[in-house]
């Protein structure tokens, strides 16, 4: 009996000394580092405003684009052209098949007329001659071969020309073919072109933004589909659509008590959730009155957003501020005598002192934001772990 107990006795005091020098290594209450940011934040609905121009047809017909699907084109350019009756579409694809070719003639493109290749190709051998005659020092030679390449380089310049001008006849033969009077379509302001409606023209017009409330955004739908605009149109119908795609607004109605503060001419960053999360810094552009406990807040978004062209409902976090650093529970924080606060780091079972800058508290969820001071010794971000506590 008596052995037993001294084999009890020793297993506890072995098991004492086994945690205590455990509890020495590595603290009993410590966590992992974590890196985080907190946002200052509200998740609304926003409406998107776009500024666009949309041709309406003042008669019967069938319209023409000349300008691409999703191309930009400048303020008063050529855009198309509206056909006071029915026009075949064997003689819309000849037309679009000319403007084709002329475009890639005014851009310089290869077209099967001139045989670039070959220019190109005397071209080459001629600057190889001229590397040749550098190593020889023949001058005239150098001088002869560029006045050669300078001219090859001209004739396929005019060459370009007249195939413009060869085109330009081809195009109006093929409009005098069609035989009803048009007009041609210009653009009311620069952007990109559009031919979808998505039925918020007439809901969302810039011009009236003023007017809109609290309540009005609650009687625009969720969403609406695009619609391709057909060619053929009657008197009414949308021709097509010029949108800025350099600036948009969003409209949000959001709870009064949560915008406190909130100012025209202030920054926040709005989160598209329902555009694979992207993100536009945007500028308050008006903040309304309280209406029944929401304010109608308008952010002007100056910045290219491809996806403004395809929702005008998105999901977002309207972001007024977000914090990031090292997450530290408000137990960890240690104060000097001097006023000097700092968490204490484990790295390797050593205990370091880590001072910091306080970047935010978050009181209600007990927890500090910090980055590492830039004059400390040991850094956060060195270390494995931090103590919690006193030991």
Sequence with gaps: MKKFFVAVLCIAVAAIAGYGIKYALTPVNTQKIEYTTHE???????YIVLDEWLMISRSAGTFYHSAQEGGRVAKDSVIGE???GEVSDDSLR???AVDE???NASDG???EELDSSDVENSIYRRENNIIEASGDNDILAISK???DINSLRK???LSAEGESEELSSERDSILGSIGVSREQIKAQMSGVLTLYTDGYEDLLRLSDMGNYTVEYLDTLPDETAAEKISSAVDVGDPVCRVVNNHMFYVMMAVPTDKIDGCEAGGSVTLRFKNMAGETREGIIHSVSEDQGGRTLLVVQCPDYLENAFSYRVADVDLIFASYSGYKIPVQAIRTEENGRQKVIGVKNNVERDCYFDL????TDGGYAIVRPSEDSEYKLSDMDRIVVGER
């Design 101 to 103: 070719r002329l475009k």
């Design 359 to 362: 970047v935010y508290t978050y």
């Design 40 to 46: 200052t934040a509200v998740e609304t609905k926003g």
């Design 94 to 96: 000849e037309l679009a």
């Design 82 to 84: 509206l056909f006071y």
């Design 155 to 157: 004739d396929n310049r």
């Design 145 to 147: 071969y560029k006045q």
């Design 109 to 111: 493109s290869v077209t």
